[in-house]
């Protein structure tokens, strides 16, 4: 549950900053249906040792909305098009919808 302080800005608890789509676990994340996965929704970056190292990736990117990660190719799409759906995958791929804080959270421009 998100809390509203006084001036009227919602706040996001650690434990809800990403949310698994469609179980995210065996999924890969799509934009608004399972057909939507053009490249210019999310930029691929490689050699991330974990699911971990690639949420951090998002949170430190300006307008990260979410991220798909493939264990097997250490393969981490970090995703700027709202991730409303996802898609079947392989065994040791996630996807995850990113709910924090967003045009304020980081100085850098490209994700």
Known sequence: VALTVALGVDCVTPAQEFQAVDGGRGRACRGSNEDDYDAA?????????????CKQHCKEAAFCTG???????????????????????ETGST????GGPMP?????FWV
């Not at 929704?41 to 991330?48: A, K, M, Q, T």
């Not at 799409?77 to 759906?85: F, G």
């Open 41 to 53: 929704h999310y930029r691929v970056h490689f050699h991330f040792d974990s699911l971990e190292a």
């Open 104 to 108: 304020l959270r980081s100085h850098r």
């Open 67 to 89: 991220v798909s990660f493939t264990e097997a190719t250490h393969r981490c799409e970090v995703w700027t098009r709202v991730v409303t759906t996802s898609a079947k995958a």
């Open 95 to 98: 996807c995850l919808r990113y």
